[in-house]
C-alpha cells in the first residue's frame, strides 16, 4: 500500500462509479440497513448492487470497503453478522467497524480481510488504538478529527497500523460514536440506527415575511431569513437562544467544511498513510470534483509540484472552510 491513499465516498453504485472513475484508490460504502453509519432513505446498497460495484472497483484497480461502523443493540448482532458474511461472499478489502463483538465477529471468521477501526470508534489515544490492534488485528485506525498534526505524529510512533484521516467535507467536531442528540429527539440513534436527524422527523415552514425554521422532531434547531440558504436541520449545527447570548448563535459548531489541501503534505510527513473524503449523502457531480481535484493534488505532491486546489472551496458547506484542530486547537 502505498502512502497517501485516497479514499473516497460512494453513498450510491452510480457515485462510487464516477469516484472510481474520477480516480479514487479505494471507496467505502455500506448496506441499506443500521449497520451503517449513512442509513438514510435512497442511499447506500442492496447486496446485488454491491457485488457488482465491488466487481466494477475492482476491475479498476480500486478497492471497496465496506462500513459496518454502528453498534449493535443488546440481542440484535445478526444483522451485523450477515452484513460481514455477505462482505465477504462479494470481496470487499476491508471492513471498517467500530463494535468490538463486530470487529472479534469478523476478525474469527474472517481473518484474511482487513480491519479498519471507524472514526465511530472514538480511539484517539495510542493506547486505545494498540488495544483493539491487538485483541482484533485492526490494520488501520481512522483518526478523530480533533488532532493536531504534531499529535498525529506522535501516535503514529506508537501504533502498529496504518493511520488514516479525514480531510474534506463534515467538519465534525462532536465525539464520534458518542452521539445521542439526535435520538434524544427523535429517538433514532446515530450509533444504533445509523441516522443522525432521519428525514421522517425534518420540516421547513416558511413565514409570512419570507424567512424560514428548520424543525427536527417538532423542535426548531435554525432560522433563515429571506434571503439565507436553509441548511439541513442537524442539532449541532444548530442556533439557538442561551441566557449568555441575546442572538441565536452555533452552540456546538458552526456549518462549515474541513479542507486540508493545503497541509496534505504535512500529513504525509507525519505518517499519514490514508486521506479520507466524507460526503456519502453528496451528489455525483460533488464526488467527481472532489475526487478528481484531490487526485490531482495527490499525484502532484507525489511529484514535487505545487498541487492546485483552489477550487475546492466551491464544494465547501457554505462556501466556508477550515483546517479545524489539525492546525491548532482553538476551542470556543
Not at 467505502?28 to 446485488?48: H, I, K, S, V, W
Request: aromatic share 10%; proline share 5%.
Amino acid at each position: 500500500m502505498s502512502l497517501a491513499e485516497l479514499i473516497c465516498p460512494a453513498g450510491t453504485p452510480a457515485a462510487l462509479r464516477t469516484a472510481v472513475d474520477a480516480g479514487a484508490d479505494a471507496v467505502y460504502c455500506g448496506f441499506q440497513d443500521a449497520t451503517n453509519a449513512r442509513n438514510f432513505p435512497g442511499l447506500n446498497f442492496t447486496p446485488e448492487e454491491l457485488e457488482a460495484s465491488v466487481a466494477y472497483a475492482h476491475a479498476r484497480g480500486a478497492k471497496v470497503l465496506l462500513a459496518l461502523n454502528t453498534y449493535p443493540p443488546a440481542g440484535k448482532v445478526d444483522l451485523w453478522r450477515q452484513a460481514a458474511d455477505k462482505g465477504a461472499q462479494f470481496g470487499v478489502d476491508a471492513f471498517i467497524v467500530a463494535d468490538m463483538g463486530v470487529a472479534e465477529y469478523i476478525a474469527r471468521t474472517y481473518p484474511h480481510i482487513r480491519l479498519h477501526l471507524s472514526v465511530q470508534a472514538a480511539a484517539s489515544s495510542p493506547e486505545a488504538i494498540r488495544y483493539y490492534c491487538e485483541n482484533f488485528g485492526v490494520k488501520r485506525v481512522v483518526l478523530p478529527r480533533i488532532l493536531t498534526i504534531p499529535e498525529i505524529r506522535e501516535i503514529r510512533k506508537e501504533i502498529p497500523c496504518e493511520i488514516e484521516t479525514f480531510i474534506f467535507g463534515n467538519h465534525g467536531l462532536m465525539v464520534e460514536g458518542r452521539c445521542s442528540l439526535t435520538n434524544y429527539l427523535t429517538g433514532q440513534s446515530t450509533n444504533l440506527d445509523g441516522v443522525c436527524s432521519p428525514a421522517s422527523d425534518v420540516e421547513y415552514i416558511r413565514h409570512s415575511d419570507g424567512s424560514m425554521s428548520s424543525k427536527l422532531g417538532g423542535f426548531t434547531i435554525d432560522s433563515f431569513g429571506p434571503e439565507e440558504k436553509a441548511g439541513y436541520p442537524t442539532i449541532c449545527k444548530g442556533r439557538y437562544t442561551v441566557p449568555h447570548r441575546t442572538d441565536g448563535y452555533y452552540a456546538f459548531e458552526e456549518p462549515i467544511s474541513l479542507n486540508l489541501a493545503r497541509l496534505l503534505p504535512d500529513l504525509i510527513d507525519a505518517g499519514v498513510h490514508a486521506f479520507k473524503i466524507e460526503g456519502r449523502q453528496r451528489s455525483k457531480s460533488y464526488v467527481r470534483s472532489v475526487v478528481s481535484s484531490f487526485r490531482n493534488a495527490v499525484d502532484d505532491i507525489r511529484a514535487g509540484r505545487t498541487a492546485d486546489i483552489a477550487n475546492l472551496v466551491a464544494l465547501t458547506e457554505g462556501q466556508k472552510q477550515t483546517q479545524g484542530a489539525f492546525a491548532t486547537k482553538k476551542w470556543r
